[in-house]
């Protein structure tokens, strides 16, 4: 397996303010990394750092063996709102990312592949529909879409379904498995932020752990539960009880009362 | 369209597209009782015409007017898409026929009003329609003059706008001096303009422009600058060139702050062109009225103001729905 990203030594503050402490992470491809962590955390931030959207201050951030110097269309990123564009319909949403992706291609294959990609997430009646007459759930399905239409080697998502419930929560979760191990989806390395570790367990290959004040790394967690899970299935498993246990553990735990000392790397 | 769509078959039924097309059944609110009122002063104004009122004998244009009207309300009764737009359509014309009848009985009829001042609406539509060539002649250079300053404002201030927006220490640099020079109520220009320039007609380009300039350059500045951050990281996240940000993200977010503006700047371009024509001009609406209140001919005055708001209503209502076509993707 190929060392696909590999964060060293990271550091980020918000005007003086610091917000990321020495954070390690490396991440093989076809890796599904899901940073779970309390509010304020830091995971937003360490997710805009690796969509080179912000810029670490100390550390580094390589993908691919190559250093991270800006946003760049190997990445295809999801945030929570504001991924599309409200003055494009779901379909021109697809296009656009696909014409930025694939200029030489013509139009007219790049409406075909929007149409193809809106309909892997059943969305092909979508097409024509502006987001605002889409609900909540159709519009992160739109996002995650264009994220994959794109083929980048790397999706990087921000709590993409933490503001729907929990019904389409499920369903959703399920569409991005399902996404993630087709074929050409595969190889994909996602790094997807939730503070729901139920979430978490049922999506990852690797749980990281962070903790605040400031944001640094408290546990790394391998799910080695056997895909394809399911949410009935895997909940009367012993090693998802432990797994679970844990991880509300480190959650709970008053992050800054630990101090400096013996954060688990 | 497309032959390679894949059908969602039922495995999702909470997500399935909804029904296109708009399956609009039979309007609901079709009731004749809606048109009664305007109905009934209608016919108020049909006998008061018929009745013989002052020596100028039968109304023609008046009812031909008043009919004419209500053939148009009628149509748009019974094509209205919803119940609220059919009963405007019948209290629009019910006030409209209101209007025409208080203002036949009162000049006509009563002669209560000063008939040099106040023509009845006879007079005033048969005035109206004898007048409409050169009125129209009028609306022609009067719209040169509209359009070129307006056009120009709009050509500069609208990219000046999003670049300096977009820029953000160039938008602190700049800032003082757009408030300072933006407040300024541009029609204490026109005189200093009329004199520095050689013709009127470029004169009255310049205020215009003047005046449609700043309200349109403020408001998209302060659009480009309150476009949301989860926009721009959206864009940026697709590596978009600095052009394409700004022509396919920053533009269209801004939009809506550019319409305001651009719909102020109309205003005050039609308020300082008529101001302009009123000091300087020898053609044009504002100088129409102008040049026929200083001859005392209060008819085509009132003529000439009824041309002009009708002008002006007509222009309100394209822009409201260019703003609404360009901005439909607000919910
Ligand atoms: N643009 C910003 N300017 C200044 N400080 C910021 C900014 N964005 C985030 N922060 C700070 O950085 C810290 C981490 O924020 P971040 O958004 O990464 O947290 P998070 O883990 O994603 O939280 P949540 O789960 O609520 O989304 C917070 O303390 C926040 O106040
Ligand atoms: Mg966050």
Same mark, same amino acid.
């Given at each position: 397996?190929?060392?696909?990203?590999?964060?060293?030594?990271?550091?980020?503050?918000?005007?003086?303010?610091?917000?990321?402490?020495?954070?390690?992470?490396?991440?093989?491809?076809?890796?599904?990394?899901?940073?779970?962590?309390?509010?304020?955390?830091?995971?937003?931030?360490?997710?805009?750092?690796?969509?080179?959207?912000?810029?670490?201050?100390?550390?580094?951030?390589?993908?691919?063996?190559?250093?991270?110097?800006?946003?760049?269309?190997?990445?295809?990123?999801?945030?929570?709102?504001?991924?599309?564009?409200?003055?494009?319909?779901?379909?021109?949403?697809?296009?656009?990312?696909?014409?930025?992706?694939?200029?030489?291609?013509?139009?007219?294959?790049?409406?075909?592949?929007?149409?193809?990609?809106?309909?892997?997430?059943?969305?092909?009646?979508?097409?024509?529909?502006?987001?605002?007459?889409?609900?909540?759930?159709?519009?992160?399905?739109?996002?995650?879409?264009?994220?994959?239409?794109?083929?980048?080697?790397?999706?990087?998502?921000?709590?993409?379904?933490?503001?729907?419930?929990?019904?389409?929560?499920?369903?959703?979760?399920?569409?991005?498995?399902?996404?993630?191990?087709?074929?050409?989806?595969?190889?994909?390395?996602?790094?997807?932020?939730?503070?729901?570790?139920?979430?978490?367990?049922?999506?990852?290959?690797?749980?990281?752990?962070?903790?605040?004040?400031?944001?640094?790394?408290?546990?790394?967690?391998?799910?080695?539960?056997?895909?394809?899970?399911?949410?009935?299935?895997?909940?009367?498993?012993?090693?998802?009880?432990?797994?679970?246990?844990?991880?509300?553990?480190?959650?709970?735990?008053?992050?800054?009362?630990?101090?400096?000392?013996?954060?688990?790397? | 369209?497309?032959?390679?769509?894949?059908?969602?078959?039922?495995?999702?039924?909470?997500?399935?597209?909804?029904?296109?097309?708009?399956?609009?059944?039979?309007?609901?609110? #079709?009731?004749? %009782?809606?048109?009664?009122? =305007?109905? +009934?002063?209608?016919?108020? *104004?049909? $006998?008061?015409?018929? @009745?013989?009122?002052?020596?100028?004998?039968?109304?023609?244009?008046?009812?031909?007017?008043?009919?004419?009207?209500?053939?148009?309300?009628?149509?748009?009764?019974?094509?209205?898409?919803?119940?609220?737009?059919?009963?405007?359509?019948?209290?629009?014309?019910?006030?409209?026929?209101?209007?025409?009848?208080?203002?036949?009985?009162?000049?006509?009829?009563?002669?209560?009003?000063?008939?040099?001042?106040?023509?009845?609406?006879?007079?005033?539509?048969?005035?109206?329609?004898?007048?409409?060539?050169?009125?129209?002649?009028?609306?022609?250079?009067?719209?040169? #003059?509209?359009? %070129?300053?307006?056009?120009? =404002?709009? +050509?500069?201030?609208?990219? *000046?706008? $999003?670049?300096?927006? @977009?820029?953000?220490?160039?938008?602190?640099?700049?800032?003082?001096?757009?408030?300072?020079?933006?407040?300024?109520?541009?029609?204490?220009?026109?005189?200093?303009?009329?004199?520095?320039?050689?013709?009127?007609?470029?004169?009255?380009?310049?205020?215009?422009?003047?005046?449609?300039?700043?309200?349109?350059?403020?408001?998209?500045?302060?659009?480009?600058?309150?476009?949301?951050?989860?926009?721009?990281?959206?864009?940026?996240?697709?590596?978009?060139?600095?052009?394409?940000?700004?022509?396919?993200?920053?533009?269209?977010?801004?939009?809506?702050?550019?319409?305001?503006?651009? %719909?102020?700047?109309?205003?005050?371009?039609?308020?300082?062109?008529?101001?302009?024509?009123?000091?300087?001009?020898?053609?044009?609406?504002?100088?129409?009225?102008?040049?026929?209140?200083?001859?005392?001919?209060?008819?085509?005055?009132?003529?000439?103001?009824?041309?002009?708001?009708?002008?002006?209503?007509?222009?309100?209502?394209?822009?409201?729905?260019?703003?609404?076509?360009?901005?439909?993707?607000?919910?």
């Amino acid at each position: 397996m190929t060392k696909c990203v590999e964060i060293e030594n990271l550091s980020f503050a918000y005007r003086g303010n610091l917000v990321l402490r020495g954070v390690n992470i490396t991440a093989e491809g076809g890796d599904f990394v899901c940073l779970l962590g309390p509010s304020g955390c830091g995971k937003s931030t360490l997710l805009r750092l690796i969509a080179g959207l912000e810029r670490p201050d100390a550390g580094s951030i390589l993908i691919g063996g190559a250093a991270v110097s800006g946003p760049g269309l190997d990445r295809g990123v999801v945030f929570q709102d504001y991924s599309l564009f409200p003055w494009l319909t779901a379909g021109e949403n697809l296009v656009f990312a696909l014409e930025q992706a694939f200029p030489d291609r013509r139009r007219r294959d790049h409406v075909e592949d929007a149409r193809a990609q809106l309909g892997r997430v059943h969305l092909e009646g979508a097409f024509d529909k502006l987001p605002s007459q889409l609900s909540g759930g159709m519009r992160q399905r739109v996002a995650i879409a264009r994220a994959f239409a794109t083929d980048p080697p790397l999706l990087l998502m921000d709590e993409p379904f933490g503001a729907l419930d929990a019904v389409t929560r499920a369903h959703l979760q399920e569409h991005l498995l399902a996404l993630w191990q087709t074929p050409s989806g595969a190889a994909k390395t996602v790094f997807f932020v939730t503070h729901d570790v139920d979430e978490a367990i049922l999506l990852a290959s690797t749980v990281v752990v962070l903790g605040a004040n400031p944001g640094r790394i408290r546990g790394v967690f391998d799910i080695d539960v056997a895909r394809p899970r399911s949410r009935q299935s895997i909940q009367s498993s012993p090693r998802y009880l432990a797994l679970r246990a844990a991880m509300v553990d480190l959650l709970y735990e008053r992050s800054d009362d630990a101090g400096d000392a013996g954060t688990p790397q | 369209m497309s032959s390679t769509q894949i059908r969602a078959g039922g495995a999702h039924p909470g997500t399935r597209p909804a029904a296109l097309g708009p399956g609009r059944g039979a309007p609901a609110g #079709l009731h004749w %009782s809606q048109t009664l009122p =305007a109905g +009934a002063i209608l016919a108020g *104004l049909l $006998l008061a015409s018929a @009745w013989p009122g002052s020596e100028e004998g039968f109304p023609l244009y008046l009812v031909l007017f008043a009919v004419g009207v209500g053939v148009v309300a009628l149509a748009r009764w019974r094509l209205a898409g919803s119940d609220v737009a059919r009963q405007s359509v019948c209290d629009v014309a019910a006030i409209l026929y209101a209007i025409l009848l208080a203002w036949q009985l009162a000049t006509a009829h009563f002669a209560a009003l000063d008939p040099m001042l106040f023509p009845p609406p006879e007079l005033t539509l048969r005035l109206f329609v004898k007048e409409l060539p050169d009125l129209l002649y009028c609306l022609r250079s009067s719209l040169i #003059l509209l359009v %070129s300053g307006f056009g120009a =404002a709009l +050509a500069l201030s609208l990219p *000046l706008g $999003l670049y300096v927006g @977009w820029h953000t220490r160039l938008h602190h640099a700049v800032s003082p001096f757009t408030k300072i020079l933006g407040t300024i109520p541009p029609v204490v220009f026109i005189p200093y303009i009329v004199h520095v320039l050689p013709s009127f007609k470029s004169a009255s380009i310049v205020v215009i422009f003047i005046g449609a300039f700043w309200p349109i350059f403020i408001n998209t500045v302060a659009g480009v600058f309150n476009v949301p951050k989860g926009l721009i990281d959206s864009g940026r996240v697709l590596n978009l060139s600095t052009r394409k940000m700004l022509l396919r993200v920053v533009l269209p977010a801004a939009l809506p702050s550019i319409c305001t503006g651009a %719909s102020l700047a109309l205003g005050f371009s039609f308020l300082l062109l008529t101001a302009a024509e009123v000091i300087g001009a020898n053609s044009g609406i504002g100088w129409y009225v102008h040049y026929f209140s200083d001859f005392a001919d209060y008819h085509r005055v009132v003529v000439g103001i009824i041309f002009i708001g009708i002008v002006v209503v007509a222009i309100t209502l394209a822009t409201e729905r260019l703003e609404r076509h360009l901005l439909r993707w607000r919910s």
